[in-house]
């Protein structure tokens, strides 16, 4: 079955920008059925989406974090990655990708990777 | 801007009924998800479109909307089902999830 799995740095200083990479195994990210998407957790907090990618390229972003957020996808790696500059103490947490089953108010997250736990410190 | 609200917990003896409610504007003319958040786990998909119920998930686990709340109804409470629940929903422009519940089994 379709696993996800996060890689990248547990602790990356202010200022600087995070770079994670969503790895998709058991089925193809470049199916026109699905949107991979970004989602963090602030300690003992609730869930804030960030993002999606679709396999074509095309991005949404959560308008609170336009600003700072990169994504991107590598069909031929079965990856897709994010990139969040301006790194600051509230930018740590676990942060999540997620397979969307539909996009838009029918928005279903249906695979989540086991998460990547990131400390803004210096 | 728009807002999903959950209550921070709610308690069930096992066996019993629980009820998590998630309110929002119109949210019964929008579709509910809930996702289920065990103790230092990712969390997984409990009910989507407001009452569908993927394969997988047991049959207690249940979903109604209507106005502006909807409902995650977990019949016959296990042990188990400790965990926290969130809710979530889109909005113009963005995904929102509510601020979760946990709830505790007694």
């Known amino acids: 079955q379709v696993q996800l799995q996060e890689s990248g740095p547990r602790l990356v200083k202010p200022s600087q920008t995070l770079s994670l990479t969503c790895t998709v195994s058991?089925?193809?990210?470049?199916?026109?059925?699905?949107?991979w998407n970004w989602i963090r957790q602030h300690p003992g907090k609730g869930l804030e989406w960030i993002g999606f990618?679709?396999?074509?390229?095309?991005?949404y972003y959560n308008p609170s974090l336009k600003s700072r957020v990169t994504m991107s996808v590598d069909t031929s790696k079965n990856q897709f990655s994010l990139r969040l500059s301006s790194l600051t103490a509230a930018d740590t947490a676990v942060y999540f990708c997620?397979?969307?089953?539909?996009?838009?108010?029918?928005?279903?997250?249906?695979?989540w990777g086991q998460g990547t736990m990131v400390t803004v410190s210096s | 801007s728009y807002e999903l609200t959950q209550p921070p917990s709610v308690s069930v003896s096992p066996g019993q009924t629980a009820r998590i409610a998630c309110s929002g504007d119109?949210?019964?003319?929008?579709?509910a998800t809930w996702y289920q958040q065990r103790s230092g786990q990712s969390p997984v998909l409990v009910i989507y479109?407001?009452?569908k119920r993927p394969s997988g998930i047991p049959e207690r686990f249940s979903g109604s909307s209507s106005g502006n709340t909807a409902t995650l109804t977990i019949s016959g409470t296990q042990a188990m089902d400790e965990a926290d629940y969130y809710c979530?929903?889109?909005?113009?422009?963005?995904?929102?999830f509510g601020g979760g519940t946990t709830l505790t089994v007694l």
């Open positions: 979530q929903a889109w909005d113009t422009n963005t995904v929102l």
């Open positions: 997620a397979r969307d089953l539909a996009g838009g108010l029918l928005t279903t997250f249906d695979i």
């Open positions: 479109q407001s009452n």
């Open positions: 119109k949210l019964g003319d929008r579709f």
């Open positions: 990618i679709y396999y074509s390229g095309s991005t």
């Open positions: 058991g089925g193809s990210i470049s199916s026109k059925t699905y949107y």
